[in-house]
Antibody, heavy 119, light 108 residues
Framework: QLQLQESGPGLVKPPETLSLTCSVS??????????WAWIRQAPGKGLEWIGNIYHSGSTSYNPSLKSRVSMSVDTSKNQFSLRLTSVTVADTAVYYC???????????WGQGTLVIVSS | SYVLTQPPSESVAPGETARITCEGNNIGSKSVHWYQQKPGQAPVLVIS???DRPSGIPERFSGSNSGNTATLTISRVEAGDEADYYCQVWDSRPDCVVFGGGTKLTVL
């Protein structure tokens, strides 16, 4: 059974950089046709897709966040990562990682990690 | 950018049928995916590609998509179905995943 687990600091000061890692177990990050995504959810709000990455390193980002987002993949560790620069309080959210079938459905999700942006 | 509109809330009595809509311009030309999210939990995929149920999802969950509206239907609603439901599509211009605002389903 595929499992994903987010990790990283729970508190980030503005305007620093938010960095999270998603560890994948029970399957390889090399799975063909599957992309690895980050999605966030501000408190009491809906879901927002941040972007995704393929095992080759090819990325796609939400245009609304594109200028501040970067993603990377470490195939040796079966992990992928998110960096979000110049954070503000508006970036406070639960951040989820997920396996995504190209740009379609997200079928496996991590449990999510709360990141609070506060000075 | 592409916009998906969901009603903020729906209410249904146990045993009845709940219908949650997701509206978007010509959404019938896209594949729609539906997620169930209970408080404090990650979203769970309940319908993919308009009407396919992933393994482990009860047959009570079904979906349809035509024209400008996609619909998630939950038959014989149970108390455990109370949750937030989100629709999602892929907008290819530019490549971006879009979620609806979510619908809170209350079981009376």
């Amino acid at each position: 059974q595929l499992q994903l687990q987010e990790s990283g600091p729970g508190l980030v000061k503005p305007p620093e950089t938010l960095s999270l890692t998603c560890s994948v177990s029970g399957g390889s990050i090399y799975m063909s046709a599957y992309y690895w995504a980050w999605i966030r959810q501000a408190p009491g709000k809906g879901l927002e897709w941040i972007g995704n990455i393929y095992h080759s390193g090819s990325t796609s980002y939400n245009p609304s966040l594109k200028s501040r987002v970067s993603m990377s993949v470490d195939t040796s560790k079966n992990q992928f990562s998110l960096r979000l620069t110049s954070v503000t309080v508006a970036d406070t959210a639960v951040y989820y990682c997920a396996r995504q079938n190209y740009y379609e459905e997200g079928d496996y999700w991590g449990q999510g990690t709360l990141v609070i942006v506060s000075s | 950018s592409y916009v998906l509109t969901q009603p903020p809330s729906e209410s249904v009595a146990p045993g009845e049928t709940a219908r949650i809509t997701c509206e978007g311009n010509n959404i019938g030309s896209k594949s729609v995916h539906w997620y169930q999210q209970k408080p404090g939990q990650a979203p769970v995929l309940v319908i993919s590609y308009d009407k396919d149920r992933p393994s482990g999802i009860p047959e009570r969950f079904s979906g349809s998509n035509s024209g400008n509206t996609a619909t998630l239907t939950i038959s014989r609603v149970e108390a455990g179905d109370e949750a937030d439901y989100y629709c999602q599509v892929w907008d290819s211009r530019p490549d971006c995943v879009v979620f609806g605002g979510g619908t809170k389903l209350t079981v009376l």
